[in-house]
């Protein structure tokens, strides 16, 4: 590890991605998002005319369609551009521009789902009678009418529209604090190398054998971040009024329904989860004691979290290593599955390292037409691994999705949108552990299991529990200060980890640095998608090909179906609480497997 992050330019152009396949040059890019204005001025030709025929709402949604598929792939590209360097200006004035452009088109087009809904039913079934094309925005308009009671007048929704870019303050704001402006101290290892911290090295370096060296980087991260916590809770405070706002604005009970509502997802999943969480947590509590004794410390901290209870046995991957290992695990996929993966690695649709200025974490961003792009912050660990097939797994959905479905039809909801990606990290496990060469390699995969487990379905709903207890804080009334919100972080920091964990008062101020607080209720989506993932994974390896298909099947829908519905056609019914129960068992049972190795053989 070096002691200084490079520069963007530094970088192998290999490893990083090809953003020209969008737009070669960037007039192209202003040619793009000039003409989804152009489009949107075509669309307002139409106010007060959508009811009148077939053939005025088939044209009208054409040219919706067309604008926002010019506008989506403006906006992928400026995030991305901006994201491999959020320091540069010019690329947050290209980011800029695409919101300002996205808001005065939301306002324009407002109109559009109030016209739509004051079409009588029996108009409607008319209006497809006589022309067939409107098929294509079936399911769009189904989706409208479904949103009914929640949608305003044309005049309302322009309002809310106006405010869009106004509303994204809290979430840009966070970025820019987190990624371009926040600067860490540097830490010194055993051997005298200096390492400057920041968000993408912390985890990596909280995986080190070095328990003083852990501590030291834990409290300097931490402490970094504690510094500003009444600017985090400033910004997370308006993220919570906005969701409120929006909220009651379109007639929900609360910020959590709104957000689950426009999924269209029950609120008693989520309610499910939790339930089944609760129940469950004898496994986690269970899990940290086990921790406690393989680490052989007198007390379990926070920053033990990360450092495989494995001891002495520490695999690397390079970049390359881990492209092989991903083709091989996910084999079972099918070739076709794999071509495409390996036309992803060829073709360079993946930014893989860190470099200073870049966004953290990863992601999958697809672009309509063109082919999704992964973000990695690459460090050859094993985490780096899974998390390259895991962003692979949501660019393979979205692949499938765009290449079988129209543009709006393509654009799968959050819901299922990590039960891919989770899928394949199980495929990749299973791979692994089925070729361990003895029992202490067996234990280490076993190891990473239960840490990803822990960090997906516990964790993740700890974090859901989180938004909503704050969410609610809000609704009554009581302020969302710094110390109300380390408060209520840390008690279920504790409740979570239990009685063998030590929650290090620093850690109360995670939830600082945590940017899917500023996604709406999304985190619980990933603990329910890493349990159907468990059934479908397993599923898979069982019964081959009759259990690949129709998992196919289902990437190719979009959003064609609810999403509870969706996962019925791969398998998985959350419409129970079933899938979680059975997924905590596997964790259960994962827990005693390796308490069996650590007594028995390690």
Known sequence: MNDRLPKREELAEELTWRLEDIYPDEALWEEDLQEAKSLADKVLEFEGRLCQSADSLYQALKLYDDCSLKLDRAGGYALMRHDQDA???HYQELQLKVQSASVRISEELAFVEPEILDIPDHILARFFQEEPKLSEYDVTIREIRRLKEHTLSKEME????????MAQTPYNSFGMLSNADLKFPSVTDAEGKVIVLSNGRFVPLQMSPDRALRKEIFEKYYTRYSEFANTWAALYDGQVKK?????????YPSSFAAAVGANNVDPAVCDRLIDSIHRGMEHMHRYVSLRKKMLGVDQLHMYDVYVPMVADYDRKFTYEEAKEISLKALAPLGEEYLSIVRQAYEDRWIDVCENEGKRSGAYSSGVYGVHPYMLLNYTDTLDDVFTLVHEMGHSLHTWYSSHAQSHLNSEYRIFVAEVASTTNEILLLEYLLA???????????INHYLECFKGTVYRQTMFEEFERRTNAMAEEGTPLTAGTLCDTYLELNKQYFGPDMVSDPLIAYEWCRIPHFYYNFYVYQYATSFSAAVAI????????ESAVKPYLDFLRSGCTQDPVSLLKIAGVDLSTSKPVDEALQVFGDAVRQMEELWTGTL
């Open 537 to 544: 994974a397993h599923r898979i390896l069982e019964q081959g």
């Open 158 to 165: 322009q309002l809310l529209a106006s405010a869009g870019e």
């Open 435 to 445: 070729r361990a060469e003895d029992p202490k390699e067996e234990a280490y995969l």
């Open 243 to 251: 969701q409120i706002f929006y909220a009651r604005a379109r007639k």
């Open 87 to 89: 320091g540069n200006s």
